[in-house]
C-alpha cells in the first residue's frame, strides 16, 4: 500500500504566505515525478507544478514567479512553497505521486486526500 500524506494548508489573507507538504510511504520501489494540482469550487482539477526526480521543474503560467516546488527524494516528500498569495488560488490542493512499488511494476499515479487552502481579499 502506498500513501501520500499532504498538510500545511489553511486559512491566509490575500499576499501571505503558505507551505504545502506531501509525505510519500509504504511499499515504494522508486518515485519519477510528484507535483500539485488543485480544484476551485466549479472547475476541472488543474496542474499547479511538478518535479522530476531529476528536478526538472514545470510550473503553470498562473503561479510561476510565486510558487516554488522541491523535494526531498530521501523522505519521500514533495513541497510548495507559496508567496504572494491571491483570492483566485483559493482551492483544494491534491499532491500527485507518480510510484513504483517494485522493480516489476508499472509506475502508478497515486493521489494524496487533499488540503484546503483559502485566500481571502
Known amino acids: 500500500q502506498v500513501q501520500l500524506v499532504e498538510s500545511g494548508g489553511g486559512l491566509v489573507q490575500a499576499g501571505g504566505s503558505l507551505t504545502l507538504s506531501c509525505a510519500a510511504s509504504?511499499?515504494?520501489?522508486?518515485?519519477?515525478?510528484m507535483g500539485w494540482y488543485r480544484q476551485a469550487p466549479g472547475k476541472q482539477r488543474e496542474l499547479v507544478a511538478t518535479?522530476?526526480?531529476?528536478?526538472?521543474?514545470n510550473y503553470a503560467e498562473s503561479v510561476k514567479g510565486r510558487f516554488t516546488i522541491s523535494r526531498d527524494n530521501a523522505k519521500n516528500t514533495v513541497y510548495l512553497q507559496m508567496n504572494s498569495l491571491k483570492p483566485e488560488d483559493t482551492a483544494v490542493y491534491y499532491c500527485?505521486?507518480?510510484?513504483?512499488?517494485?522493480?516489476?511494476?508499472?509506475?502508478?499515479?497515486?493521489w494524496g486526500q487533499g488540503t484546503q487552502v483559502t485566500v481571502s481579499s
Open positions: 509504504g511499499s515504494i520501489f522508486s518515485i519519477n515525478a
Open positions: 518535479i522530476t526526480s531529476g528536478g526538472r521543474i
Open positions: 500527485n505521486a507518480d510510484i513504483a512499488i517494485s522493480d516489476f511494476h508499472i509506475p502508478y499515479d497515486y
